[in-house]
């Protein structure tokens, strides 16, 4: 497999391709418990190729500090060696994989629905964990054990000697020495979603209050409208509709100072520390910035590019997360396009600034029935026009016979380019892929798009060839000459 590298905002391989990559997480939550010597999927790995056949070629493989180092210095080596199980076999596939060292509320330790750091690790400073009583975030909003526990790992709190940080940086090292020469490895997403701590709390409160604030004030909202929605129970939902775009924006404008401090001060220099790990033991791997939590609701994102002894790191990208705020509720499928434009479009703000390429972590969401679909797509056209790699949330057992794999998640791509991508479009609704791009000079290797069905026709100034990769899939294959292209495929 190539080696993948970044020049301003795009991924290439040693060819000098253009690479796009379609993934999907494949996370284990689970805490360390005594005899975990593996991660979940690493046994089974007959998923993989099923992804493969369905055109993804990258995974955000995750796992949990707690399952790294479940005591102070001593690494669950035989747990790592399943991550490389895992990495062996997307190698055979041709699917490359970044690590995620995943959290969620800090730990297990504060809440059941919590993942990330090990029992030793949890400094609460005497608070007491409470478990949430109707969504799994509650304890970030309001749980002073996690803000404190937060608080304590930002700072650097020490544990028999040693500062939480450290130990943090020497875990990645630990990790980054047993994957740093596999061919599918990909790069190191270090922390999964960071959190502010205490000021996360703060950050919560100012946008409840300015909820209120503004659905009293802004004459956007039609509020006798909404109490009428609120009394219905039929219409209930579309109260959730008058909190569009660009209300969410306005209502995030409140607690962006205290955003800014946290990624300035204390994520971005914790990305430099464990960066600087990592690089004492590999050159190879795309570094990953993320955003905070709560740009994960469009509250501008201000983190800085990655730094690794006072120099800017050559090989980083930005993996932003995004979410409509009716996720993970029997709502989703009124999730509002506009809400995802504006957290998508703050992201393509933090991208120019930092001159990265992107590749979205997590977005996406579940439900029943298919009427949440059209927003799925409409989330994958957004990423197709500003040239976005990309990653779902997320596989589990099963996920191939569901619909949204079939009708949405499969689909067609450019995966690697023999020049610079102008535009690509997937139109589902009436079964064509268009690529533009154009190419400055000869290569040995072909321009590669996969097809999610049978090609009916495909429309190209070069010479090409279909590669089958499942029973309905495939790969068009074509060598073009210097100049500007299009090609137009028909399903």
């Known amino acids: 497999m190539d080696r993948i590298t970044t020049r301003n905002k795009s991924f290439y391989d040693g060819y000098g391709r253009e690479r796009i990559f379609h993934g999907i997480n494949v996370v284990d939550k689970e805490p360390y418990s005594e005899g975990k010597d593996s991660i979940a999927f690493a046994d089974d790995l007959s998923w993989v190729e099923g992804l493969r056949k369905r055109g993804f070629n990258i995974i955000r493989l995750g796992t949990t500090w707690s399952v790294m180092e479940p005591s102070p210095g001593i690494y669950n080596d035989a747990a790592i060696s399943s991550i490389v199980r895992i990495m062996d076999c997307c190698a055979e596939f041709g699917i490359y994989v970044f690590i995620d060292m995943h959290q969620d509320l800090y730990s297990s330790e504060i809440d059941a629905a919590g993942d990330g750091a090990p029992g030793w690790a949890v400094l609460t400073d005497g608070k007491r964990a409470k478990p949430h009583k109707f969504v799994w975030a509650e304890p970030y909003f309001w749980g002073g054990a996690c803000h404190r526990a937060f608080n304590n790992f930002w700072s650097n709190k020490r544990v028999g000697g040693k500062g939480l940080l450290d130990y943090y940086a020497d875990m990645w090292s630990h990790v980054a020495d047993a994957v740093k020469d596999h061919p599918a490895l990909f790069g190191f997403d270090f922390l999964n979603e960071p959190f502010p701590g205490k000021d996360g709390g703060k950050v919560f409160r100012r946008l409840i209050a300015n909820v209120a604030k503004v659905t009293l004030t802004d004459r956007r909202i039609d509020r006798a409208g909404m109490l009428r929605d609120a009394l219905s129970g039929k219409n209930r939902h579309k109260v959730l509709e008058r909190y569009d775009g660009d ?11 205290l955003i800014v401090d946290f990624d300035t001060r204390k994520y971005m220099p914790f990305i430099n520390r464990t ?31 990655v730094m690794v002894n006072g120099r800017r790191e050559e090989k980083q990208c930005f993996s932003p997360h ?30 120019e600034r930092l001159n990265v390429p992107v590749i979205v972590g997590e977005w996406g969401g579940m439900s029943e029935g298919t009427e949440w679909f059209p927003h799925v797509e409409f989330i994958l056209d957004l990423f197709d026009k500003y040239k976005w790699s990309n990653t779902y949330w997320a596989y589990s057992d099963g996920i191939f016979d569901m619909p949204v794999m079939e009708e949405v998640l499969c689909r067609s791509y450019p995966r690697a380019v023999t020049g610079n991508i102008e535009s690509y479009t997937h139109d589902r609704k009436n079964n064509v892929f268009t690529l533009s791009y154009t190419q400055e000079s000869e290569y040995d290797v072909p321009t590669e798009i996969f097809i999610h069905r049978p090609a009916a026709s495909v429309e190209t100034d070069g010479e090409f060839d279909i590669e089958a990769v499942g029973d309905k899939t495939g790969v068009v294959k074509i060598k073009t000459e210097p100049g500007r292209h299009t090609v137009i495929i028909k399903f």
């Open 247 to 257: 209300i969410l924006k306005k209502v995030g404008q409140s607690a962006h100072d």
């Open 275 to 305: 960066a600087a790990a990592v690089r004492n033991v590999t050159g190879n791997g795309i570094l990953f910035v993320d955003n905070c939590y709560y740009s994960n609701l469009g509250i501008p994102c201000s983190n800085t590019p």
């Open 322 to 351: 995004g979410y409509d705020f009716s996720v993970d509720t029997p709502i989703y499928k009124y999730a509002l396009n506009s809400r995802v434009r504006h957290i998508f479009d703050e992201h393509r703000r933090t991208q």
